[in-house]
């Protein structure tokens, strides 16, 4: 079974400064999809970036980029320019590509980011 | 366009008792994904519905029920309900089925068990 794990329940960065976000998972799989989630105290989770496993370029939106290692199966959100908007719990998410996505997406405990103003 | 609307927002139940959650997805989008999301924990994945059949299914008891209709809404059922069954239930849509097809939430329907 596939795990997702983020060692860091909580994380204080300073507005307009960067912070880096910590995920790493495990799997045998070679093919597969990886995300980062935002959950503000809304509760309604945002797909933030999204990685396919056979792509080597690390995804970029905007001030959110990930770096991926597939060798090391780690997988860090770093936010540029923190905005208060940007408060919320984060996931990192994992979904085989085998399976034609019928396994669901494997949740991480999340990483509590407080921007401080 | 509106997204994935979840009904309803809160719910209070007893111990035994069943519950009903309802899901419309997003216009156009054939798959819906539930979620369930204890306090302090990433959500687990409990079902994944794709033109009306179950395509996955979690780790979870057979209390757990759910089914997609020909409009793509979604239900789900749980019986016999527990104390620890209290959660945040999330539904997601998707316009496929696949893997790489990113998923969009709805609000969630917050479930209290007494």
């Known amino acids: 079974a596939q795990t997702v794990t983020q060692s860091q329940p909580e994380m204080s960065v300073q507005e307009a400064e960067t912070v880096t976000l910590s995920c790493t998972y495990d799997t045998s799989e070679s093919d597969y999809y990886l995300f980062w989630y935002k959950q503000p105290p809304s509760r309604q989770m945002i797909l933030v970036i999204r990685q396919e496993a056979y792509k080597q370029q690390n995804a970029t939106e905007n001030r959110f980029s990930v770096n991926f290692q597939k060798a090391a199966k780690s997988f860090s959100l770093k936010i540029s320019d923190s905005q208060l908007g940007d408060a919320a719990m984060y996931f990192c998410a994992y979904r085989p590509y085998s399976g034609g996505g019928a396994d669901g997406l494997t949740f991480g405990k999340g990483t509590h980011l407080i921007i401080q103003p | 366009d509106a997204g994935v609307t979840q009904s309803p927002t809160h719910l209070i139940k007893t111990r035994g008792q069943q519950v009903t959650l309802r899901c419309s997805p997003i216009?156009?989008?054939?798959?819906v994904s539930w979620y369930q999301q204890v306090l302090g924990q990433g959500p687990q994945f409990i079902f994944q519905y794709y033109e009306k059949e179950e395509r996955g299914r979690g780790n979870f008891p057979d209390r757990f029920s759910a089914r997609q209709f020909p409009n793509y809404s979604s239900e789900l059922n749980v019986n016999a309900l527990l104390l620890g069954d209290s959660a945040l239930y999330l539904c997601?849509?998707?316009?496929?089925?696949?893997?790489?097809?990113?998923?969009?939430f709805g609000d969630g329907t917050r479930l209290s068990i007494l």
């Open positions: 216009s156009g989008h054939k798959s």
């Open positions: 997601a849509s998707s316009l496929g089925g696949s893997g790489n097809q990113p998923q969009h």
